[in-house]
């Protein structure tokens, strides 16, 4: 049973930052890509950003693009997700998820078959 675990949430200032990292149980090379969500109170989970494991390429939603930056660590087997410039619309769990499946949009929840527990962040003004 794959496990994903999030480190990193808190409570930080506006303007602050935080790094979230999720780290994985096994080997990542079977995976096409990991991905960050979050969910804030009385909304939809949404997606936030993603990097396809053997490439590294990133995939950001526009409302964190040039704020927020996800990379990864093959020999830690380990996501990250560092967040700059935060805001209190920032404020929600954010969730790690892994994905086996190559085809749909880097953005589709439905196409993540492991999920992190999640862990709050929470920016105050």
């Known amino acids: 049973q794959v496990q994903l675990v999030e480190s990193g949430g808190g409570l930080v200032q506006a303007g602050g930052s935080l790094r979230l990292s999720c780290a994985a149980s096994?080997?990542?090379?079977?995976?096409?890509?990991m991905g960050w969500f979050r969910q804030a109170p009385g909304k939809d989970r949404e997606f936030v950003a993603a990097?396809?494991?053997?490439?590294?390429?990133?995939t950001y939603v526009d409302s964190v693009e040039g704020r927020f930056t996800v990379s990864r660590d093959n020999a830690k087997n380990t996501v990250y997700l560092q967040m700059n410039s935060l805001k209190p619309e920032d404020t929600a769990v954010y969730y790690c998820a892994a994905r086996t499946i190559t085809t749909a949009a880097m953005a589709s929840l439905r196409a993540y078959n492991y999920w992190g527990q999640g862990t709050q962040v929470t920016v105050s003004s």
């Open positions: 990097i396809r494991w053997s490439s590294g390429s990133t």
């Open positions: 096994e080997r990542t090379f079977r995976w096409y890509a």
